[in-house]
């Protein structure tokens, strides 16, 4: 099982660019790294998915440095909508994935 | 809207009733997932459907019954529950191109059960 460790919470204002960071050091080689939002009293939503490098979607952008044992999360210009818990997952063909406390994210005004 | 729905939405039992729950997935899958997520607490991953076999039984009491009868529906049967057994349990599904575990999930909104 490929452990993850994010923060507990975070704060910041509307119109920031909001970065979260997961480190997962023990990722497998055949491992993805895989973000989920979820509101209160509703599923997790898939936000993006990466490999390697930078993925970048209509919603936000995936850091991975070369060695892959942590990702950063990217929300440009975030909104009071935005405030949600953030889960960072890694997971493979074998390697189950479990969701974890995941980073509650408030946006202020 | 997922592609993924559930129902009922809300659900208040005794601990001697039995009841189910239903998910139905739109999405043309061939995974799906029953997941328990208590107040203030991560999601549990229960059980795990790929091809409509059970792949994955996360320890979970004999009390939750899954059932998958076809690749679109998913149902979880309930019976003697506790009162701690109360909380949303959500239903997911996914192709499985890269392992279930790497696979994109998607969630249905949940069913929030209340055991008195």
């Known amino acids: 099982l490929a452990k993850t460790t994010q923060p507990i919470s975070m704060d910041s204002y509307e119109g920031q660019e909001v970065n ?21 009293s509703q599923g997790p939503r898939f936000i993006i998915q990466g490999y390697k490098t930078k993925v970048t979607n209509e919603v936000a952008s ?4 070369a060695d892959r044992k942590s990702s ?7 909104s ?9 997952l890694v ?15 408030h946006i202020l005004p | 809207e997922t592609g993924v729905t559930q129902t009922p939405r809300h659900l208040v039992m005794g601990m001697t009733n039995k009841k189910s729950l239903k998910c139905e997935q739109h999405l043309g899958h061939n995974a799906m997932y029953w997941y328990k997520q208590s107040a ?37 049967h309930l019976h003697t529950l506790q009162p701690e057994d109360s909380a949303l349990y959500l239903c997911a599904s996914s192709q499985d191109r890269a392992g279930i ?10 069913t929030r059960l209340t055991v008195l």
């Open chain 1, 91 to 105: 997971g493979g063909r074998d390697d189950k994935i479990i969701f974890g406390k995941g980073t509650r994210l």
């Open chain 2, 101 to 110: 575990w790497a696979d994109t999930q998607y969630f249905g909104p949940g």
């Open chain 2, 40 to 76: 203030k607490k991560p999601l549990e991953l229960m059980f795990v459907y790929s091809l409509e076999e059970r792949v994955e039984n996360n320890s979970v009491p004999s009390r939750f019954s899954p059932e998958c009868p076809n690749s679109s529906h998913l149902f979880l």
């Open chain 1, 72 to 78: 950063t999360l990217s929300l440009p210009r975030v």
């Open chain 1, 20 to 40: 979260i960071t997961c480190s997962h050091n023990n990722i497998a080689t055949n491992d993805y790294i895989t973000w989920y939002q979820q509101f209160p």
């Open chain 1, 80 to 88: 009071l909508s935005d405030t949600a818990v953030y889960y960072c």
């Open chain 1, 62 to 65: 995936l850091f991975i440095p």
